[in-house]
Every structure is written in C-alpha cells, then in structure tokens.
C-alpha cells in the first residue's frame, strides 16, 4: 500500500505540469481570439463598435475571461496595435542587410506587387484606430519601424538626402494604395515607378 502511495505521488509532478501546459496553451488561444474577435468588429463596424460587450458576445467567453486577458478596452486596442503590426517584424532582417540603395530597391519592388484594391495589411486599421483613440502611442510601431528604414534608406549612399527623398516618395504611394486614395492614371504611375526605379539605380 505504501509504495502504491509512493507511485501515485512521483507521478503527480508530471501530472501537474502537463496540466499547466494545458492550460497555458488554453489562455493562448482564448487571449488570441478575443484579439481576432477585435479586429473583426473593427473591420466590419468600425473602431466606435469596438466594446467589451461586443468582443464577449463575438468571442462567445465570458466577461471574467475577457477581463482576464484585457481588463480594459485601452489593453485590448493595444493588443490589436500590435497584431496589426507583427508583419513589420518580418521586414526587420531587411533593415540589417545590405545598403541604402538595396532597402530602396527592394521597398519599391515590393509596393509594385501589391495589387489594385490591395491594403497594406498594417497601415489602413492602425490609423483608424489612431483617428478614434487619438493615442499619440497608436501608430508608434510603425513609426518606429520607418525611423528605422529611414536611417537605412541613407546607409552608405553618396547622395543620403537623395536617398531619403526617394524613400519619402515611395512612403507617399505605399499610404495612398493601403488608404485607397491613388488617384494617378496607370500612365501616369509607371511613369513614376520607371523614374524612381532608374534614381535609385544611380545612388
């Protein structure tokens, strides 16, 4: 009888531990749907629908969970920021490689392959929120991120204010295609792709 005592409590530990497991990996998926519920009532209703009440009712969980998670509505826009920001995570290799004049090639690549009608899948609900919150911290991931290539656009280029003039236009279409107000003919804007394709050819 004692040793069966003994056997059960030696197991107990591993027991206990891939309970915690359990339960951690459960807080995850409950924590990251509460912020994909979020982001849909933002995307279908707009950032003045985002409640609470709302995200519970989406979620389909209890207040006490939400509250576990974001105990209030400041915690899970700031939580939103930053999923709406994650991709500028993949982006960051790009800004330890290589020179100005590669960054430059390569963000001007990129905005060419964003189709029409397509968003920049950070931009458009960063600021969004930024006009319903009015929070000077809302769009900071981003503008730290374009701190960032701004000071690498100008990394080891002859001309570094030509560099970053290159870069400041490119800014300007990426904002219009993710906030769907280009408003240039197709002339009008390959135009503009062939010159700055061929500027930063020159850097």
Known sequence: MGNQTKNNDSRHPAASEGAEKRQRSNGRMTREKIVHCAQQIVAEQGTDYLSMDRVVRLAQISKGALMYHFNTREALVEAIEKAYAAPLKSRERLLKAGNGKAFLTWYLAWYQSLKAGDEVDYLSPLVA???????????????????????????????????????LVVDALVFHQSLGTQTLTAEEHQRIVNKLTQLIDEL
């Open 129 to 167: 929120l930024k006009l319903a919150d009015r929070s000077n911290q809302t769009l900071e991931p981003v503008s730290t991120w374009w701190k960032s290539s701004h000071e690498k656009t100008q990394t080891e280029c002859a001309d570094p204010t030509k560099a970053l003039l290159l870069k």
